[in-house]
């Protein structure tokens, strides 16, 4: 009878949706790669994106244009959209397992406040900054004083919030919403002792963009989003022991402090790096989770994966939306996905009320 | 052997456990009873390494403070008084995360283990919509799940219970106390804070009777159940009588005088 049973590993039970988990995955990764060609060619300047990857196949080389919106333009936008979209939504899958907490979202609870503020600091006041040290961190200054600011937060946040393994979201949205305070009067300061290409840069930060993509931004913030990603399916075990209660995930041999530190570290990073470059993108954090766990499950080894790619596809998406909306002006991404998102987080917020009252 | 001595445990100012000495034997079920209030779950939760406490606790001679979480794991699993869960997981879900605990490989290992504590055929329900009596049964079979087998190596597991039974109807009551009773026999070892003295005197070869955050006494359910240990402990007078059909097994009732007559 055990040797049967070990010689069907994979077998799979009623009220078991690892196979249900592995094939959305591999669905989401077919339809991630068709979303990232074809957003390519979208934009301002028409590309027949498809053509020209028939041409390429042919051996047949781009015109000049054609290369320098797709290499220079379109690219690094795509690449940051892919980068982004999967940072965010992984950040919130995390931060919503170790706060046990459907309603946890990086942006939500000011984590992303806490992250523009260290870019803003870093863009202002880097100029003071000794030249050796601003030579040392180059372009990676802004990314690397976000994660700094994310992490400082994440941190003060789930002390504020979690008492004896136990966290109340309403201390966690409401120290959220100091954070959030605080980080605007410190930019507010800013602004006024900020030149103006500072004060350009900084606009940026309130709507959330996508524009302005370039290979600099893509190469200074994919090291700390892609860390981020890959060490996150080793979170996985753990916050499917988490769902139960911290001791339970102790008593199963779970170290919670590390998995807890290690887990904020790499929202921190995920989260930081992705402000840096596109700014304050909301809802994406809480909607993709959500909707993952309606069709395959609450299961981190899959929720993780799945949420990158999801969470990537609707970014693309949303900055498609974004280009043609208003063309040839290019609307700010945050607008979409507050706009798709705000009503979503409110029927999601409904449907949990009873969460918000413990 | 689970073995502890000199045992403290303070929550802030407060001390709850002073100097209070246990053992459990492996191959036995030992029961932890007493009043509300009395300690048991805090006994129990010193003796998992949950709350900080101070003496000496050891496992099978070994110290369970110097224990990695993963070490203890794969040696005891511990069901909590109860579990709430953060999201729509369903019962197989939250087994197979017991079996993955345990480092068991066998993937119907958790039907096994549904089918023992009478769930089977509720893999598919998601664990916040069942009744409380049923999420406390999936949590068994979870905690089952994690140390199947009662012996490994020659070393036994053991399985830590805080009130196993308090949430179930008497059919069920029975037939968690015959999954920890086979536990025990098998080699294992048992530990469960019990309410229920009649089931206590039924199934449990050792009995911790506690009071204000001291064992008043260890030793067997006949020793241990009579009438001036349990009137002392629970402040209330009590009937002790033996059923016809097994001669040695206590039987409590509380005193006929403070029943309500039936006319
Ligand atoms: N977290 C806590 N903080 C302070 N006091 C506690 C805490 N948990 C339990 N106590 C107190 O410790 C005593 C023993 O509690 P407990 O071990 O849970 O009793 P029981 O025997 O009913 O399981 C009670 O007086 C209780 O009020
Ligand atoms: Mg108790």
Redesign the pocket.
Known sequence: MAEISQNIPKAHFAGDRQQRGRYVTIALSIALVFTAINSLGVGATGLPIWEILARFLNGIGLTHTESIVLFDIRMPRMVMGVLVGSALSVSGTIMQGLFRNPLADPGLIGVGSGAALGAIIAIVLGSYLPAQLAATFGPSLVPFAAFVGAWATTLLLYRVSTR?GRTSVAVMLLAGIAVGALSGAVSGILIYIADDSELRDLTFWGMGSLAGATWTKVWVAAPMILIALLSAPALARALNAMALGETSAMHMGINVQRMKRFAILAVAGATGAAVAISGGIGFVGIVVPHLLRISIGPDHRYLLPASALLGAIILLIADMVARVAVAPSDLPIGIITAILGGPFFLYILLRNRGMLEA | MFNASHLNVR??Q?A?IHDLSFSAKAGELTAIV??????????L?AITGEIASSGDISLDGANIRSASPSELATRRAVLP?STTIAFPFTVMEIVRIGVEAGGSASPSLALRALSRVGLAGYEGRTYNELSGGEQQRCQLARVLCQVWEPTRDDHPNWLLL?EPVSALDIGHQLEVMRIARDYADNGGGVIA?MHDLNLTAMFADSVAL?RG?EILRQDTPQKVLTNAYLSEAYGCPLQISTPPADGNIPYILPQAAQIHQPR
Do not use: A, C
């Open positions: 004896g | 929550y802030g407060r709850i007493g009043p509300n209030g009395s300690g048991k779950s805090t006994l939760k008084q805080d804070v506690m955050g």
